[in-house]
């Protein structure tokens, strides 16, 4: 039995490898990204979401044809361990900074999801019988607005929340600015447009044949970057 948390993209190139070693059954970490990107107004946002599910179906094809059983599991937003890309950066950002830009509202519902929890389902993948040849969308445990998520940040770091809202032209030209920048080249456009979008996915099917029960978003000083 095998979990794959490297980008799903990258399995195929492994699939001799776990020919070779007799795999029975193949757990991989895709994301819930293959369905909000897919129209995304970046480029390389809407590639992101092809890749995800090209790599799906790849994975799916291949298990079929070696009688492999296969278990796909579709997070949201990760954080967790202060090492994710996401609630992490927020936070460095906002130690840089000491504010952080939000396009409008910023009201899109967010269900942020802890990488321990995201483990927990692997392993429940492994030898849930239920499982088997099943894609699982899994959730956080608390749907929350992307202005609520920034202010606990803030509140996690024990800072006064600082959040100003950017025209969309503003704030591009802001982005372009930061992705001179190593540590925000992954930053774009359709992140920002993103945040007045509701990005909520329904986990009950995890919940049912694996057990899966996510905490709600409660930001520890572990969870914070070092």
Not at 44 to 49: D, F, L
Not at 59 to 88: F, M, S
């Amino acid at each position: 039995m095998w979990i794959c948390v490297a980008p799903i993209w990258v399995l195929p190139e492994y699939f001799a490898l776990l020919s070779a070693h007799g795999a029975r059954r193949v757990v991989a970490l895709s994301s819930t990204s293959r369905f909000t990107k897919d129209d995304s107004s970046d480029l390389q946002e809407r590639a992101v979401a092809h890749r995800l599910a090209d790599a799906e179906a790849h994975l799916q094809a291949w298990a079929e044809d070696h009688c492999v059983e296969w278990v796909i599991l579709r997070p949201t937003l990760i954080y967790g361990r202060g090492q994710d890309k996401n609630i992490a950066e927020m936070a460095r950002f906002i130690q840089r900074f000491g504010f952080f830009p939000l396009l409008g509202e910023a009201m899109g519902a967010r269900q942020p999801v802890h990488a321990e929890d995201v483990a927990l389902a692997c392993l429940a993948g492994l030898h849930c019988a239920a499982a088997a040849n099943r894609a699982y969308n899994i959730s956080g445990g608390e749907t929350l607005p992307y202005r609520e998520m920034v202010r606990r940040v803030f509140a996690a770091l024990h800072l006064r929340p600082r959040l100003f809202a950017i025209p969309l032209a503003a704030f591009k030209s802001m982005l372009a600015l930061l992705r001179c920048l190593p540590r925000y080249r992954h930053w774009s456009g359709g992140m920002a447009e993103r945040m007045n979008r509701d990005l909520v996915f329904d986990h009950t099917d995890a919940a049912r044949d694996l057990g899966f029960s996510p905490r709600p978003f409660l930001l520890g000083q572990k969870d914070l970057p070092r």
